[in-house]
């Protein structure tokens, strides 16, 4: 390309001025391959500013042309750099494009950024916390999070903010200082952390962190991101400590804490090296995990583990779905009603409008320092 150039600058390759030099004199590309004495191709390359010039091409030229060798060189250095800065100011532009599909307050909120309405400032605090040179990173589909690339439905500023929310995640799992990692430990403690389905968060939650602390979980929560379809990731740290992250839109209590026992079941899955992405349905994610397997198991790890199968099967042959039916059962098996409910409308035994006043809303203001 002879000729580069944005909306401020304009840089000109050296061929360009190679080739007046030729119609000046009437010389052919053959003969100045011949008097270069190199072949044809390479001096096409040159002509069409396909190659930049060394040292050999800069002596050549001034020898052909009669000129001096640092004629040949300052053009070349002041290409090199004005295309240098070319390229910065349009990576800039792109960089400026994505950063408005972003809601910088989401960071500035998790004390992870400074306040600023800079754009430019923005992306370079963008930038340092997600360890990457330019925002284009968090375009591609194969980053943190893996997308099908024939997915209509999936829009870049998915692809965007969905890397960026893993990110922020991982950023924080990082620094979270757990114990080793010792998964028989947390297994052991499963039946207390059930049990929590009937406690409020501002009791269970100090216990719930305590408990993940000990077994080298490093929990995290942090708030949905708009335009992000992940809900939840876990990930290896190393060999003895593993994230646990889930975001805070699962505001019904039932939902919250079939959320973690699914992300727990993904921990004790053990696949270490991968980010397994929990997401909403149809986003189009892929993996070479057998992700559908992955997911089936740990759906039904956290709905059995809640409510027993058996005992679940039971209740809902009395066909008796009462409001003091389900208390009674919900009382029975020592869980929130509001998990009974939440199960009872997702197999569709009622409907999702029926029962709620049973379920419970969730405040939950995470503490991940």
Known sequence: MLKISNDNLIAFHPGYYVKRYLDDQDMKQSELADRLNTNEKRASELVNGKIELDDNLIEGLALVFGTSESMWKNLNDKYLKIKEQINRQNQLEEEKNIQKQMDYKFWENLGLVKQTSNTIDKISELR?????????????????????????????????????WVQTALNIGHLKEVSSIDLEYLRSKLPEIRKMTRDDPEKFMPKLNNIFSKSGVAFVIIPNLKNCGVNGAVKWLGKDKVLLAMNDRRKYADVFWFALFH????????????????????????????????????????????????????????????????????????????????RLQRDNYIEYNQLNNLRQKYNIIAKNS
């Open 263 to 342: 992300e727990i079941r993904h921990v004790f899955q053990q696949k270490k090296g991968h980010i397994i992405i929990s997401s909403d349905k149809n986003i189009g994610l892929r993996s070479v995990l057998d992700i559908d397997t992955l997911e089936y198991d740990a759906n039904t790890f956290a709905q059995d583990y809640l409510i027993n199968q058996k005992q679940y099967e039971e209740f809902v042959a009395k066909n008796n779905f009462s409001s003091t039916s389900v208390k009674e059962f919900s009382d029975k098996i020592d869980i929130h009603s509001g998990v009974v409910v939440g």
């Open 128 to 164: 340092r916390i997600f360890h990457i040179s330019s925002l284009k990173v968090l375009e591609n589909r194969d980053f943190l999070v893996q997308y099908k690339t024939a997915v209509p439905e999936v829009k870049n500023k998915n692809v965007i903010n969905s890397n960026a």
